[in-house]
């Protein structure tokens, strides 16, 4: 199963930023917090990932709370072409392997 | 640099035939592999994963199953196909538990079984 929860649809209007919360309260001290998001047919898509420190590159910024237990995701200038399902997973290491297990993600439209 | 490569694209067989899905990286060795499904307006569940050649983890009971003859190589098989095998199929690979990296995703094959 799934160790995050994510709300099942957000709207964001064009050129504003988008925020994306994800809770993760049962992630382990050395599990990545993961964010993917995925349009139409097509496969996922990697934006960023992070343990503690906030993160930022050329596509979004992810800022995970103190306690780790919550991120969030941000898109500062959405654009049409944002309009895509994200996913906030928890990267989950066990014995010699690790593996990403998607939950069911936010569904974000991005409104002209 | 990295790629993946997964074909075909789509595919339409009819309940009972055979399944064979290939998916093949290039520029990397020793990655780990995975074969995901995403049945029509639903999440992506993992079905196998691999860390090593003929080392391979099934995440579900199912129709299907999935070797690694090759170090890159990792196919997906059905000896024969139910209605419900039909959705998306997405083949992924990653550096391993040593790196945090994420994954890379193939285009995906669109099966349609019926």
């Known amino acids: 199963d799934a160790k995050t929860t994510q709300p099942p649809s957000m709207d964001c209007a064009e050129g504003r930023a988008a925020n994306l919360p994800c809770n993760h309260s049962t992630i382990s001290g050395n599990e990545y917090v993961y964010w993917y998001r995925q349009i139409h047919s097509q496969g996922p898509q990697y934006i960023i990932h992070g343990l503690k420190n906030n993160e930022t590159n050329e596509m979004a910024s992810l800022i995970i709370t103190e306690d780790r237990k919550s991120s969030t995701l941000i898109l500062p200038h959405a654009t049409l072409r944002d309009t895509a399902v994200y996913y906030c997973?928890?990267?989950?290491?066990?014995?010699?392997?690790?593996?990403?297990?998607f939950g069911k993600g936010t569904k974000l439209t991005v409104n002209p | 640099s990295q790629t993946i490569h997964q074909w075909p694209a789509t595919l339409v067989q009819p309940v009972g035939s055979p399944l064979s899905l290939e998916c093949t990286v290039e520029?990397?060795?020793?990655?780990?592999l995975y074969w995901y499904r995403q049945a029509a307006g639903r999440g992506l569940q993992l079905l196998f994963y691999?860390?090593?050649?003929?080392?391979i983890s099934s995440e579900v009971p199912q129709n299907l199953s999935a070797s690694r003859p090759q170090d890159r190589q990792f196919i997906l098989s059905s000896k024969k196909l139910l209605l419900s095998d039909s959705g998306f199929y997405l083949c992924a690979w990653s550096a391993g538990t040593q790196a945090n990296y994420g994954y890379t995703f193939g285009s995906g094959t669109r099966l349609t079984v019926v």
């Open positions: 520029g990397t060795s020793n990655p780990n």
């Open positions: 997973i928890v990267r989950v290491t066990q014995g010699g392997s690790e593996k990403l297990v």
């Open positions: 691999s860390i090593g050649i003929d080392q």
